[in-house]
């Protein structure tokens, strides 16, 4: 069965430090993976998608994720944390199919 | 600039109400879903759709019914909303293959009480 576990549910930095949130996945089939973000009483936003191309993907606003196959791993990175990303983000796995399965999301904050 | 539009951001109805969500996108995408999303429990997919007038139960169809009568637009139905239905409803769209990001509406913040 696939799934997606986002390991923190909350995550806090300091403005202009590093940020890490975590996501691990399983799933039988080699999946297509992507980061979205979500703002207060917005929609989701694409960060960035793998898709079996280089492992390591830039996205949007500074942001990149590294696939690990050996880890199982999709972890989302940026070097220097804005107050404009204090959001809500969301990792998503797709195995091949229609399902797109969510992560239960991580919510950032940014602290000035 | 591609577009998922949904038909309300907040809509408040009474217990028994028949409520109906309308999702339109205009990138001719062949896919589209519903979604609802309850603090901790991330997304839960209600229904899909991969083409006019076919459609798929999702993890919690239950309460719930879709149409799909034009590929642009896709409504969700609450035949008689309860409480537990208080939520946020997305809509999303995407190309056919799971190697493609969805797009998502801005979502509709549905309060039955």
């Known amino acids: 069965a696939q799934s997606v576990t986002q390991l923190d549910s909350h995550v806090s930095v300091s403005e202009g430090t590093p940020v890490l949130l975590r996501c691990n996945y399983s799933?039988?089939?080699?999946?297509?993976l992507f980061w979205y973000v979500q703002h207060p009483n917005k929609g989701l936003q694409l960060l960035l998608k793998?898709?079996?191309?280089?492992?390591l993907v830039k996205g949007i606003n500074g942001f990149e994720a590294e696939f690990k196959k050996s880890e199982t791993s999709f972890h989302l990175t940026k070097p220097s944390a804005h107050m404009s990303d204090a959001a809500e983000y969301f990792c998503?796995?797709?195995?091949?199919?229609?399902?797109?399965?969510f992560g239960t999301g991580t919510r950032l904050k940014v602290l000035a | 600039d591609v577009k998922v539009t949904q038909s309300s951001r907040y809509l408040v109805k009474r217990t028994g109400e028949k409520v109906f969500l309308e999702c339109v996108q205009d990138?001719?995408?062949?896919?589209m879903f519903w979604y609802r999303q309850d603090p901790g429990l991330g997304l839960r997919l209600i229904y899909f759709?991969?083409?006019?007038?076919?459609?798929e139960k999702g993890d919690i169809p239950e309460g719930y019914s879709v149409s799909r009568e034009k590929k642009e637009r896709f409504s969700l139905i609450l035949e008689s909303a309860s409480t537990n239905q208080t939520s946020m409803y997305l809509c999303?769209?995407?190309?056919?293959?799971?190697?493609?990001?969805?797009?998502f509406g801005p979502g509709t913040r549905l309060t039955v009480t």
């Open positions: 999303a769209s995407s190309l056919i293959g799971g190697a493609y990001e969805q797009y």
């Open positions: 998503v796995v797709n195995p091949g199919t229609y399902k797109y399965i």
């Open positions: 759709s991969y083409d006019v007038k076919m459609k």
């Open positions: 793998y898709t079996s191309a280089a492992t």
């Open positions: 990138m001719d995408h062949e896919n």
């Open positions: 799933s039988s089939y080699s999946p297509s």
